[in-house]
């Protein structure tokens, strides 16, 4: 998040460059430089391939020193935010069953995992856009989040492709949004919410979708799972990073405006667990805040 070797941020550039390019053939070049007109157009412009295009782009200018950082581009309500004709969003109890045990099974798994990393682009997206006047290693790094979600995208698009079938195809569910919605106006909110629950819940779960796929013999389906669950590890740590900085900047208490946060926000006062505790410590939660998460956790809940 902050201080990498030069080596690493070498590889970055590279890697940030190649991520550009690859959409370069589809999409026109963009003349924006500013990193608030790159937000405001990957929120209110539904094509799902120029928000790739764009957020590779995005992050290949910060990385190269030619992304500009002035917030002088006026606030849009999250109201007016743009998404696709489709995926048709449902209830999710209307949602195609998802066994890993069968074919179609499989293929609405992965269309349920493209729909959550699609609708992650956004939220990254929506808090470099919606919260002003923050360190500029904020933006730096939900900058990388957003990149790093258009990359998870198109992992599982072409995954999906192999199946026949592409993103959109499938019904799809609005609860994450919904989240994003909630917290408009709250940063601490969003960062509890979001990275430090919805995503901090990917940190829980993937290790165990990774072994049935080890057990099915699905190479390709450990390989992509397990990269997106590499980068989520750094996700969440970011949340929790600039959930403590900003708790000391407002005089908060950071594991009490935790507890009060979720307790407010999430139906049923609490996520479900089980709790992968070395991966959330690693992300940046402590051991208070997970006993408490794993006292009387809700059983019944729903992430995608």
Same mark, same amino acid.
């Not at 935010?81 to 074919?103: C, N, Q, S």
């Not at 990275?195 to 829980?204: K, Q, T, V």
């Not at 390709?220 to 990073?241: F, K, M, N, P, W």
């Not at 405006?257 to 939660?285: C, D, S, V, W």
């Given at each position: 998040?902050? %201080?990498?070797?030069?080596?690493?941020?070498?590889?970055?550039?590279?890697?940030?460059?190649?991520?550009?390019?690859?959409?370069?053939?589809?999409?026109?070049?963009?003349?924006?430089?500013?990193?608030?007109?790159?937000?405001?157009?990957?929120?209110?412009?539904?094509?799902?391939?120029?928000?790739?295009?764009?957020?590779?782009?995005?992050?290949? #200018?910060?990385?190269?020193?030619?992304?500009?950082?002035?917030?002088?581009?006026?606030?849009?309500?999250?109201?007016?935010?743009?998404?696709?004709?489709?995926?048709?969003?449902?209830?999710?109890?209307?949602?195609?069953?998802?066994?890993?045990?069968?074919?179609?099974?499989?293929?609405?798994?992965?269309?349920?995992?493209?729909?959550?990393?699609?609708?992650?682009?956004?939220?990254?997206?929506?808090?470099?856009?919606?919260?002003? %006047?923050?360190?500029?290693?904020?933006?730096?790094?939900?900058?990388?989040?957003?990149?790093?979600?258009?990359?998870?995208?198109?992992?599982?698009?072409?995954?999906?492709?192999?199946?026949?079938?592409?993103?959109?195809?499938?019904?799809?569910?609005?609860?994450?949004?919904?989240?994003?919605?909630?917290?408009?106006?709250?940063?601490? &909110?969003? *960062?509890?919410?979001?990275?430090?629950?919805?995503?901090?819940? %990917? *940190?829980?779960?993937?290790?165990?979708?990774?072994?049935?796929?080890?057990?099915?013999?699905?190479?390709?389906?450990?390989?992509?799972?397990?990269?997106?669950?590499?980068?989520?590890?750094?996700?969440?740590?970011? $949340?929790?990073?600039?959930?403590?900085?900003?708790?000391?900047?407002?005089?908060?208490?950071?594991? &009490?405006?935790?507890?009060? #946060?979720?307790?407010?926000?999430?139906?049923? %006062?609490?996520?479900? $667990?089980?709790?992968?505790?070395?991966?959330?410590?690693? &992300?940046?939660?402590?051991?208070?805040?997970?006993?408490?998460?794993?006292?009387?956790?809700?059983?019944?809940?729903?992430?995608?």
């Amino acid at each position: 998040m902050i %201080g990498k070797p030069v080596n690493e941020q070498a590889i970055e550039k590279k890697q940030a460059k190649i991520h550009y390019f690859n959409h370069a053939q589809t999409v026109k070049k963009p003349v924006m430089k500013n990193l608030f007109e790159f937000a405001e157009a990957c929120l209110h412009r539904p094509s799902i391939d120029e928000k790739l295009a764009l957020s590779h782009y995005a992050r290949h #200018l910060l990385l190269n020193g030619a992304l500009d950082l002035a917030e002088d581009r006026p606030l849009l309500p999250i109201a007016s935010v743009k998404f696709p004709d489709k995926p048709e969003l449902l209830a999710p109890r209307y949602m195609p069953a998802r066994k890993l045990t069968t074919t179609d099974g499989v293929t609405a798994f992965f269309h349920a995992i493209a729909h959550v990393e699609f609708v992650a682009i956004y939220l990254a997206w929506d808090i470099v856009y919606r919260f002003r %006047g923050m360190p500029k290693q904020f933006y730096q790094d939900w900058l990388r989040v957003a990149d790093e979600e258009a990359q998870h995208f198109e992992l599982i698009r072409n995954h999906l492709r192999t199946r026949s079938i592409d993103y959109g195809d499938l019904p799809a569910h609005s609860g994450l949004w919904e989240h994003a919605i909630a917290t408009a106006d709250d940063l601490l &909110a969003r *960062l509890a919410m979001v990275p430090r629950c919805m995503e901090a819940r %990917g *940190l829980d779960v993937t290790p165990a979708i990774i072994e049935k796929f080890k057990v099915l013999g699905d190479d390709d389906s450990v390989a992509i799972l397990s990269r997106i669950l590499t980068d989520e590890v750094g996700h969440v740590e970011s $949340g929790s990073y600039w959930f403590k900085f900003v708790c000391r900047q407002k005089g908060f208490e950071p594991e &009490a405006k935790y507890r009060q #946060l979720i307790t407010h926000y999430f139906k049923g %006062g609490k996520p479900k $667990g089980p709790f992968n505790r070395e991966m959330r410590i690693i &992300a940046g939660f402590s051991n208070a805040e997970l006993d408490w998460l794993e006292t009387h956790g809700n059983e019944n809940t729903k992430y995608f």
